[in-house]
C-alpha cells in the first residue's frame, strides 16, 4: 500500500478540510459562550456598570486579547475552508437532477450550511462596525464609578451606552434577531456535526449529541436574541 | 396499474440527454421497477425503438448495479431498497414517474440510466483489501474477535458498493462507502497491517476521482439500501486522524 501523501495533502483533503472546519468552529462555539455571559449583563438594571466593566477588562487585558486575535483568525479561517468546501462539493455534481427530493432524506440547515455561513459573516462585519469598531476607536462619552469597598474611582468608557442607542434602532433590533436565527439553525449542524467530524460519534451516543447539539443552539441564540429585544423595549432584570 | 414515466435517454457518454416520456398500461403492482423497465423495453424493441439501456443483475437486492434516482430519490422512495426491490405498489396508478441516471462527476454515464462506478473500484485498489495471508477459514472462536467488533464489522461489510450514498448526497461524496470499506477492515485483525495507511490512501483516492466532501447531511445513510450507519464515518474520520498522526 502506497501512502507517501505530504502532511499539505493529508490537512486539505476532503477530511483534513473539514477538520479544520470542526476544530475553528468548536472554538468559535466556545466563544459564544464568553461573548453570551458578558452581553448578558447588559440586562442589569445598574446602568451599564457591570457591562462596562467587564467590556474594559475584555478590551485590555492581554491574554484575552491575544486570544481575541486568534478568534478573528479562526472566524476567517472558518469562513474560507467551509466556502473552499461549498465551492468543491458544487463541483462534485456537475449536471443536477431534473427531478430531486433532499427534503426527504436530511435537514434543510444541514444542506445551507455555507449560505447560513454567509449570513452570519455579513452579520459579523456589520456587528463590528457598530460595536467593535466604536468601542476600540469611536468617540464615545465616559462614565465614572465608585467601587464602595475599595474606595476606588475609575473613569472608564460608556460601552453600554452605545448599545443603548444601537438598539433603539427598530431595524438594527431585528437584523439581529434575523441573525441569530440563521446562527442557530448553522449551529443545529454544526455542533453535532464537529464532533462526528473528529471521530468523537457512534450510533450509542448520537441521539444524545443530536440532543446537545440542538439545545445548545437554540439555546445560545435565543439568549443572545433576547437582549437586543428587551433592551428596545427598556425592560431590565 | 398505468403510468407516465419520464425517462433518461442519452446515447453516449458525450452526448447530451434528455427526459423522454413514455406511457405504459398494464402493469402489475407486484412487477418491482426493474420489471416494468422490461415490460417497457419490450414494447419499444416491438416498436423498433432503442429500448432503455439500465443496469440490472441479481434481482434480488444484493447486486447494487441498478443506478436508478427515481422521483428524486436513491433507488425510489421505499427505505432500504434497490430498485428490484421496489413495487409498483408503492406508486399511485396514474402516477408521473421521472428515472434519472444516478449523478456525480465520478460517475460518468455510460449510456441512458447506466453509469460507471468504476470509481469505486479504484478506491478499493488503493486499500480496500488486506495483504497478509490469513490462511484456510479459520475454526470458530480460533481467532477472538469481541462480538460487538465482529457485529459493527458485519454491518459495515454488508455495503454493495451500489453508489447510492454519493448519488442521494448533496455533495457527491462517496463517503459512506468508503467508510464502511474501512471500518469493516479496521475492526478485524486481519486488516490491522495496513490500518495506518488505509484511510489516508483511499480517501486520497476518492478525492482524486471528484467525489465531494463530506459535512455530515446524512442522507446517505437515509438512502443507503444496507443501512449502513453514519457511525462508520466517525470511526473513518477517526482512522484518518490516527493515520495522519501516526504516520
Known amino acids: 500500500m502506497q501512502a507517501d501523501i505530504s502532511l499539505s495533502k493529508r490537512l486539505t483533503s476532503s477530511i483534513g478540510k473539514k477538520i479544520v472546519v470542526a476544530l475553528t468552529g468548536v472554538f468559535l462555539s466556545l466563544f459564544l459562550i464568553i461573548h453570551l455571559m458578558g452581553n448578558l449583563q447588559l440586562l442589569k438594571n445598574d446602568g451599564g456598570e457591570a457591562f462596562n466593566h467587564y467590556a474594559e477588562f475584555m478590551g485590555h487585558n492581554p491574554l484575552i486579547q491575544f486570544v481575541s486575535k486568534i478568534n478573528f483568525a479562526f472566524i476567517l479561517g472558518h469562513a474560507f475552508w467551509g466556502i473552499f468546501l461549498a465551492f468543491k462539493n458544487r463541483a462534485a455534481r456537475p449536471t443536477l437532477y431534473a427531478v430531486n427530493k433532499p427534503g426527504a432524506n436530511s435537514r434543510w440547515a444541514s444542506r445551507n450550511m455555507a449560505l447560513l455561513g454567509t449570513i452570519i459573516f455579513v452579520f459579523i462585519a456589520v456587528h463590528l462596525s457598530k460595536f467593535w469598531f466604536v468601542f476600540h476607536y469611536g468617540d464615545i462619552p465616559f462614565a465614572e464609578y465608585h467601587d464602595g469597598v475599595t474606595g476606588e474611582f475609575s473613569r472608564i468608557k460608556d460601552y ?67 437582549i437586543p429585544v428587551l433592551m428596545y423595549l427598556n425592560i431590565t432584570l | 396499474m398505468k403510468f407516465n414515466l419520464k425517462i433518461w435517454r442519452q ?61 428524486g430519490r436513491a433507488h425510489g422512495p421505499v427505505k432500504a ?61 480460533n481467532l477472538p474477535v469481541p462480538k460487538e467488533d465482529a457485529d459493527k464489522a458485519m454491518d459495515a461489510a454488508a455495503c454493495i458498493g451500489c453508489g447510492a450514498c454519493a448519488a442521494a448526497c448533496p455533495n457527491a461524496s462517496a463517503m459512506l462507502f468508503v467508510s464502511a470499506k474501512v471500518a469493516h477492515l479496521s475492526l478485524l485483525p486481519q486488516g490491522q497491517v495496513e490500518r495506518k495507511e488505509r484511510a489516508l490512501a483511499m480517501i486520497n483516492q476518492m478525492d482524486e476521482e471528484g467525489f465531494g466532501s463530506c459535512t455530515n447531511i446524512g442522507a446517505c445513510e437515509a438512502e443507503c439500501p444496507k443501512e449502513i450507519s453514519l457511525e462508520n464515518i466517525a470511526r473513518l474520520n477517526r482512522e484518518y486522524i490516527y493515520a495522519t498522526v501516526a504516520k
Open chain 2, 11 to 71: 446515447k453516449n457518454a458525450n452526448a447530451p440527454g434528455k427526459l423522454v416520456d413514455y406511457k405504459i398500461d398494464n402493469v402489475s403492482e407486484d412487477m418491482s421497477l426493474l420489471e416494468m423497465m422490461d415490460v417497457l423495453n419490450e414494447d419499444l424493441v416491438r416498436k423498433n425503438e432503442e429500448p432503455v439501456a439500465f443496469d440490472h443483475d441479481c434481482r434480488e437486492g444484493i447486486c447494487g448495479m441498478c443506478s436508478m434516482y427515481i422521483n
Open chain 1, 160 to 226: 453600554a451606552t452605545v448599545v443603548d442607542i444601537g438598539f433603539e434602532q427598530l431595524w438594527i433590533v431585528i437584523f439581529y434577531v434575523a441573525s441569530m436565527f440563521a446562527l442557530a439553525f448553522h449551529l443545529s449542524h454544526g455542533v453535532q456535526s464537529a464532533f462526528q467530524t473528529l471521530g468523537l460519534n457512534n450510533k450509542e451516543f448520537a441521539p444524545t449529541l443530536r440532543t446537545i447539539g440542538t439545545v445548545f443552539a437554540y439555546g445560545i441564540c435565543a439568549l443572545f436574541a433576547i
Open chain 2, 81 to 141: 431498497s434497490t430498485t428490484c426491490q421496489l413495487y409498483m405498489r408503492n406508486f399511485t396508478d396514474g402516477e408521473t414517474i421521472t428515472i434519472e441516471p444516478f449523478r456525480a462527476a465520478a460517475f460518468p454515464v455510460i449510456r441512458d440510466l447506466a453509469v460507471t462506478r468504476s470509481a469505486f473500484d479504484r478506491i478499493i485498489a488503493k486499500g480496500g483489501f488486506v495483504s497478509v495471508s490469513t490462511g484456510k477459514a479459520q475454526d470458530a472462536n
